[in-house]
């Protein structure tokens, strides 16, 4: 039968603005998250990460932003260029080692 | 440090064949995860192997299975193809525990 794809939500930016990406995750037992970033026909790239005795995390013009209360992980990036167009996905550990789940992704699409 | 590497990048196969991917980790990483991603699916842990040992495994069927050898290397093999394997199979290597750290895929389409 015909599948059907996910719709992975979007986010359009203009080029020089801030843009935030949002991830609700699962499992209250995640001590671990980390945000990817995926190019067309690439593997999915290390952006950054944040453990779950942090509530912030900042690195080059990218912040993580943890709220274990209701489980909500955000990604600011600070003057978004075009060649930060990609999708964007979260990802935790579940507490279970090497096992990572990640969301669905969300479709940052950076305008000149 | 020379990436994660997957061969082959590309891969054609028709339903009922299988086929072995290989995956060589970022030097020093002992750790290998195998992920599958398709569009329907978004991306889905396939399992992951530390000093030759599979030590998780996510739901999917005994047709995918995996090994690693004991330079971290690691090859995953899917038997009796479907269509529905068509996907972009991924890599990760990490050490012990940590960031994971993605090679570039290989693509398989199952005809």
């Known amino acids: 039968g015909e599948s059907v794809g996910l719709h992975l939500p979007t986010l359009s930016v203009q080029e020089g603005d801030n843009s935030i990406i949002n991830c609700a995750y699962s499992?209250?037992?995640?001590?671990?998250f980390i945000w990817y970033k995926q190019e067309s026909g690439k593997g999915p790239q290390f952006i950054i990460d944040?453990?779950?005795?942090?509530d912030k995390r900042q690195g080059q013009r990218v912040t993580v932003l943890l709220n274990k209360t209701v489980k909500h992980l955000s990604l600011q990036i600070a003057a978004t260029q075009p060649g930060d167009s990609a999708v964007y996905f979260c990802?935790?550990?579940?507490?279970?080692?090497?096992?990572?789940?990640f969301g669905q992704g969300t479709e940052l699409s950076v305008k000149p | 440090k020379a990436g994660v590497t997957q061969t082959p990048r590309y891969l054609i196969k028709t339903r009922g064949q299988q086929v072995t991917l290989s995956c060589s980790p970022i030097?020093?990483?002992?750790?290998v995860s195998w992920y599958q991603q398709t569009p329907g699916q978004g991306l889905q842990f396939l399992f992951e192997?530390?000093?030759?040992?599979?030590?998780n495994k996510g739901n999917f069927p005994g047709r995918f299975s995996g090994r690693q050898f004991s330079n971290s290397r690691s090859e995953m093999n899917v038997s009796t193809l479907e269509l529905g394997d068509s996907a972009l199979y991924l890599c990760?290597?990490?050490?012990?525990?940590?960031?994971?750290?993605f090679g570039p895929g290989t693509r398989l389409t199952v005809l």
């Open positions: 990760a290597s990490s050490k012990q525990e940590g960031t994971q750290y």
């Open positions: 499992n209250s037992a995640s001590d671990y």
């Open positions: 944040i453990r779950s005795n942090m």
């Open positions: 990802a935790e550990n579940g507490n279970q080692g090497g096992k990572l789940i």
């Open positions: 192997y530390f000093s030759e040992t599979q030590r």
């Open positions: 030097s020093g990483h002992r750790s």
